[in-house]
């Protein structure tokens, strides 16, 4: 048994609508901010470009994040994502589209969709699972802006069905994408788990699909009471391996 930092632990939660879990089999991963995270927050890009065309800030980070998943499910390329997302915003807000379209040319050249970071112990954990496991990821957003980052950390070897959902399939928390990556595999949702950190897109996404849902909470959460809840809770991507044993 691996250990753990002694501040870290898995909390199992009386999990809703999922299914009763046998001998786990499949593991399926969220890939932003559960397998890495940007070293530039959204909110660090978006003040750059903001600053770059010399105008006050048209919305605020939150809201863009917020409204990716729906303008990925409409685009083709993140320049183009932006470019529609940035431009409804701005006139939500009263404020000039083509200033939101500005806002997002300038957020393109600052963000570097290859300087991102893994979390600690996530490649070594897809590396131990990879071994005995079927591993797939799901992840929303367009190919243009997910491929990168799955090429510069060397992840994509590792798994044996990557989806973009919102691209080729609806994206989370629709089921599609789920039940796709279980055919392809061969798996049941019974022997599949899902690594998140979203409770809106994986947990939800996971247990519409009946797949017990692993919320990856990489800082302090003592307090948070998370609706849904996921089956288990995890502060590290290592800890998914103690998860994923204590069904044998």
Request: aromatic share 6%; charged share 25%.
């Amino acid at each position: 048994m691996r250990s753990r930092s002694p501040t870290s632990k898995i909390t199992a939660e009386p999990p809703q609508h999922t299914a009763v879990t046998q001998e786990i089999t499949t593991v399926l991963f969220d890939l932003d901010d559960t397998l890495c995270e940007y070293r530039q927050s959204v909110g660090d890009v978006l003040e750059i470009a903001h600053e770059e065309i010399g105008i006050e800030p048209l919305f605020e980070p939150a809201e863009y994040v917020a409204r990716y998943d729906e303008f990925a499910e409409k685009t083709d390329s993140s320049e183009q994502l932006r470019r529609e997302c940035f431009s409804t915003l701005a006139a939500e807000h009263d404020r000039d589209p083509d200033l939101g379209r500005a806002v997002a040319r300038a957020y393109s050249r600052e963000r570097d969709q290859t300087d991102v970071r893994p979390f600690p112990g996530a490649i070594e954990t897809l590396e131990t699972l990879s071994e005995s496991h079927s591993l797939g990821l799901i992840t929303n957003g367009v190919p243009d802006a997910q491929r990168p980052k799955l090429d510069v950390l060397g992840l994509e070897p590792y798994f044996d069905i990557v989806l973009f959902a919102g691209s080729e399939l609806p994206a989370k928390p629709a089921r599609a994408a789920f039940d796709h990556a279980l055919d392809h595999l061969g798996s049941t949702a019974a022997r599949s788990v899902h690594v998140g950190n979203s409770l809106e897109s994986d947990v939800v996404g996971a247990q519409r699909a009946g797949i017990d849902a692993i919320w990856f909470v990489p800082y302090q959460h003592a307090g948070i009471k998370p609706d849904p809840r996921p089956a288990y809770t995890v502060e590290s991507i290592p800890e998914v391996l103690d998860v994923v044993e204590s069904s044998l």
